[in-house]
């Protein structure tokens, strides 16, 4: 068979990475995190109903520094993929498809994500952890 002189498919290194393709794997990501992080809870929930001792051993360790990250970790994939999630629905219902348009409301849903999980923060520490 000869070589023709088609081009190749595109790759990834050949696109400039924009916040569009970002907060396209982005939304990918958290979405793997989330259900990561929902058999967590499950987890946690089984060690609440095992009694007493179980959900101790679950406080300390959502109480830990590493435990804090998970906890703000999920915290920002959860508002993220909420935000990004409201910015894929107008898009559904045709609005913002306009490059200027669409790389704003990327950056919305970023920016949003990071605010809403302060907000969030905000309120945990306020009212004392919570834990």
Do not use: C
Request: charged letters at 5%; glycine letters at 12%; a positive charge.
């Amino acid at each position: 068979m000869p070589q023709t002189a088609r081009p190749l498919s595109p790759h990834l290194k050949i696109y400039r990475w924009g916040i569009q393709m970002i907060t396209s794997v982005l939304h990918r990501a958290t979405g793997i995190v989330l259900a990561v992080g929902s058999l967590l809870i499950a987890a946690a929930l089984v060690a609440l109903a095992a009694g007493p001792e179980a959900w101790s051993h679950v406080t300390a360790i959502a109480g830990s520094w590493f435990g804090l990250l998970v906890l703000f970790g999920w915290t920002w994939a959860l508002a993220f993929h909420l935000v990004n999630g409201l910015r894929h629905l107008a898009q559904d219902a045709g609005w913002g498809y306009a490059i200027a348009q669409f790389v704003r409301n990327s950056w919305l849903s970023v920016v949003g994500s990071f605010v809403l999980t302060a907000l969030v923060w905000g309120v945990v520490l306020v009212r004392g952890g919570g834990l």
